[in-house]
Nanobody, 126 residues
Framework: QVQLRESGGGLVQAGGSLRLSCAASGHTSSAFGMGWFRQAPGKEREFVAAISGSGGRTVYANSVKGRFTIFRDNANNTVYLQMNSLKPEDTAIYYC???????????????????WGQGTQVTVSS
């Protein structure tokens, strides 16, 4: 009933920037909290950033704080992840996720999210 599609991944040199987009379709709601997760080869999926449905709250993993920014455009059902000062350790598949009925609060627990995109590859060369 809800579909998410990530885009914007690619290959970039260390220190560069990328902006990821996540377009939502189907039975979407502005009450959905949105999150970004990533998974590198041989590692478990980890939390990157999240934003409440209202956009009033955000939270970031310590590893990306100060470098990444999550924001949303509810009018276009899109959430973004602006990634600056990229490092090789940021290399991973990045996934967008939606959490129902989270207008105000946020969570970094991937088990709380209801819908997931297929992912987009980000590769940062040294």
């Amino acid at each position: 009933q809800v579909q998410l599609r990530e885009s914007g991944g690619g290959l970039v040199q260390a220190g560069g920037s990328l902006r990821l987009s996540c377009a939502a379709s189907g039975h979407t709601s502005s009450a959905f909290g949105m999150g970004w997760f990533r998974q590198a080869p041989g590692k478990e999926r980890e939390f990157v950033a999240a934003i409440s449905g209202s956009g009033g709250r955000t939270v970031y993993a310590n590893s990306v704080k100060g470098r990444f920014t999550i924001f949303r455009d509810n009018a276009n059902n899109t959430v973004y992840l602006q990634m600056n000062s990229l490092k090789p350790e940021d290399t991973a598949i990045y996934y967008c996720a939606a959490d129902k009925d989270r207008l105000i609060t946020i969570t970094n627990n991937d088990e709380k999210y209801d819908y997931w995109g297929q992912g987009t590859q980000v590769t940062v060369s040294s």
